[in-house]
C-alpha cells in the first residue's frame, strides 16, 4: 500500500575533480533506483485503486548546492518525476509524496572521497542538524492523512540552516 523510496547516496565533488565513479553511482542509485521501486509497485497500487509512494527527495532537489553539483541534479531528476508521476496518476487513488530534508544524522556524507569539496562545503558541523526520527515523523504524517488529502510536498530542514 506504501513505498517510501529512500535508496540514495551522495558524494561531496567538485565538478573540477572529475569523480566521474561517484556521478555514475549517484545517477544509478538516486534516479534509476528510485524509478525501479515506483515500477515495482505501480501497476498494482493502480489495480487496486490505492497507494502512496513517497519519494525521500532533499532539499538539494529544490536548490542546487556548490560541492554537490551531480546529487543535486539527481534530487531535481526525482521531484520533476514526481510531479509528472503525480499529474499521470490523479484520480487513480495513488498518491505521490516528496520528502525533502535538509541535513540528517546519517553516514551519507561518509563516503565523499573528494576531501576538497567535503572540507569547503560539508556544513553539517556547523549547527544541529535533523536526525532520522524527524524524517520518519514527516513521512508518517504524509502517509497517515485521509484518502482525499494529498501532501504532495515536505521541505524538513535544521531551523539554522534553511534553504
Known sequence: DILVNNAGVMYYTLMKNLHEDEWER?????CKGVMNG?????????????GHIINITSDAG?????????YSGTKFFIEGMSQALRQEVAGSGV??????????????????????????????????????RNVAEAIVYA??????????????????API
Open 62 to 70: 529544490k536548490k542546487g548546492f556548490a560541492g554537490l553539483a551531480v
Open 26 to 30: 549517484q545517477i544509478e542509485v538516486n
Open 38 to 50: 515506483i515500477g515495482a509497485v505501480l501497476d498494482g497500487m493502480l489495480k487496486r485503486g490505492k
Open 95 to 132: 498518491k505521490v509524496t516528496c520528502v525533502q530534508p535538509g541535513d540528517v544524522r546519517t553516514s551519507l556524507t561518509k563516503a565523499s572521497t573528494d576531501k576538497e569539496a567535503s572540507a569547503i562545503y560539508d556544513g553539517s558541523s556547523r549547527c544541529q542538524i535533523l536526525e532520522p
Open 143 to 160: 502517509a497517515s492523512q485521509p484518502q482525499h488529502v494529498a501532501v504532495n510536498e515536505i521541505l524538513i530542514e535544521p531551523r539554522e
